[in-house]
């Protein structure tokens, strides 16, 4: 059985819309947003070191407790990534909303 280029399209654009659902699921639980050239990640610990060997300049992108944006990974939580790129790395912190409290038939109702 071959597919068609309409249904490898449409297998993506699922594949897509499920990863997009479960980042939007998990996103509150993480602190970061770590963009490299080839990934997007989501993590509790970051820590980025500029390195120069032989003068050339790179970045070490250390994290734990991380998520994955990679439709093709079958697990995408992932205990410590270590990324070494010469691109520029988007490290970015992410506001943690207060508690959010019911406003229908919760509290002070």
């Known amino acids: 059985m071959t597919l068609s280029a309409e249904d490898l399209e449409k297998y993506e654009t699922?594949?897509?819309?499920?990863?997009?659902?479960?980042?939007r699921d998990i996103v509150r639980q993480f602190s970061y947003v770590v963009e490299t050239e080839r990934r997007f990640y989501l993590t509790n610990h970051v820590?980025?070191?500029v390195r120069n060997t032989d003068g050339e300049t790179?970045?070490?992108?250390?994290?734990?407790?991380?998520?994955?944006?990679?439709m093709y990974?079958?697990?995408r939580f992932v205990k410590n990534?270590?990324?070494?790129t010469f691109k520029d790395v988007n490290?970015?912190?992410?506001?943690?909303?207060?508690?959010e409290l019911p406003t229908e038939g919760g509290f002070g109702n």
């Open 14 to 23: 699922e594949m897509e819309l499920q990863l997009y659902r479960e980042y």
């Open 47 to 49: 820590e980025m070191h």
């Open 73 to 75: 990974r079958p697990a």
């Open 81 to 84: 990534v270590r990324v070494m």
């Open 58 to 70: 790179f970045f070490e992108v250390e994290m734990s407790d991380a998520w994955v944006w990679d």
């Open 91 to 99: 490290v970015e912190e992410l506001d943690k909303p207060d508690i």
